[in-house]
Nanobody, 125 residues
Framework: QVKLVESGGGSVQAGGSLRLSCAAYGYTYSVSCMGWFRQAPGKEREGVAIIDSDGSTRYADSVKGRFTISQDNAKNTLYLQMNSLKPEDTAMYYC???????????????????RGQGTQVTVSS
């Protein structure tokens, strides 16, 4: 079992950048993949980015070219670098982890069993 704790959210103007972090505690050895999803008020949860245990990444079309997911295995920390932020990126961002390889083939990060408490990102125009 893994515990996830996000940090790094905040308020920025459009065009700005933020880096989210997600520290993982517990049994991280056999995690198959980790990722980020977000939820804006009144909207459904949206998978944003995913990184497999081999380092391969996938992104939602809405963030491709602007967001970068990465991980530091030595620190058991997942990151999401967000550049060129837009007002429509405003949401609560969550990191999540899965021990099931078959869950890692899509961007449905929001369906993973393990998730953090979330961190708010607000982008003003």
């Amino acid at each position: 079992q893994v515990k996830l704790v996000e940090s790094g959210g905040g308020s920025v103007q459009a065009g700005g950048s933020l880096r989210l972090s997600c520290a993982a505690y517990g049994y991280t050895y056999s995690v198959s993949c980790m990722g980020w999803f977000r939820q804006a008020p009144g909207k459904e949860r949206e998978g944003v980015a995913i990184i497999d245990s081999d380092g391969s990444t996938r992104y939602a079309d809405s963030v491709k070219g602007r967001f970068t997911i990465s991980q530091d295995n030595a620190k058991n920390t997942l990151y999401l670098q967000m550049n060129s932020l837009k007002p429509e990126d405003t949401a609560m961002y969550y990191c999540a982890a899965s021990y099931r390889p078959y869950e890692c083939v899509t961007l449905a990060v929001q369906s993973f069993d393990y998730r953090g408490q979330g961190t708010q990102v607000t982008v003003s125009s």
